[in-house]
């Protein structure tokens, strides 16, 4: 319910980022994929932009729809369409600005739908995708969708396993999840230039309580198996699965300390990156010039909102 009733404040936050790319969105032609409930899209257009939001689930576009309702000078459109579904897409046109929040790790073929978005670009184009990164400690403690500690770092097949021993749920609706360099690569493949948004690198601070929580995750682990919410079949597995991350993780650290002084703040970025940003922002464009915009400290607060927007 409370991403439900968040919609709002989360497409006002995300059109406040995309913004700092994209100043004027009046008159623009932007299409949200994944328009859920409709607050990106009733965000768009209240800043001007012709708006068009397509999902796959009927029952989120009736609610959309009666988003609609409470805003009847805006110009917007709902379709019930499938991202992947070119010939369906295509037939909108092309657009300006594209967004697609918290969307890429449900289609079944991620790499097909970076590419539907790059052909769907205008030449000077923008899109801005956010990715939860499932590999982030945040995620582990507890995965964005159904709140279960350690389920994003199993493979689709076992975190469903998972999903209906813990909750009783019929079908876990994540396709796939990948490190931030498999998306990255999307991108470039489609010809387009990205920037992760990254207000600040990691501090000492950071350093310390990444440390911690990484030496205290095999501990919580062992806490949820006790507690039944893990089938018997993955113990095992999540406790080797948890145990190379946990290695991994605390390598990284090893290597920051290790580097030379000019290569470190840029390993602290990737730490960053990799273990504590429970979401990647990313703004992509086939023309480099379109996100010259960009201003850190505007970009900064619009991201600590949208973070702190009420999420799943």
Known sequence: MDYAFGAGE?????????TNVMPDLRGRRHL??????????????????ITTGIDVNERLLELAALNQLDHPDLT??????????????????????????????????????????????????VAYLTIPNAFSIGQIHADCHYGLFGASLLDTWDAGVYLRHAHDFPTYAVSAYFPFEVYAGFFAHEGLVSELLIDRELSAGDEELLARQLTELPLRLEETIESGVVPGQLHEKLRWILGEYVRRGQAALAAVTEAPLDLQPQLRQRIRRDYLEEAWYVMASPNPESLRYKSGSLASRALRRLRSSPSR
């Open 10 to 18: 989360r497409g006002q936050a995300l059109i406040d980022t995309l």
């Open 32 to 49: 949200d994929i994944g328009c859920g409930y409709g607050g990106v899209c009733v965000a768009a257009a209240g800043a001007g932009a």
């Open 76 to 125: 917007l459109q709902f379709h019930r369409l499938d991202a992947l579904d070119w010939e369906g897409v295509s037939a909108l046109g092309t657009f300006d600005a594209i967004t697609a929040d918290n969307v890429i790790e449900h289609v079944a073929l991620p790499e097909q739908l970076v590419s539907h978005v790059a052909r769907l670009l205008t030449a000077d184009g």
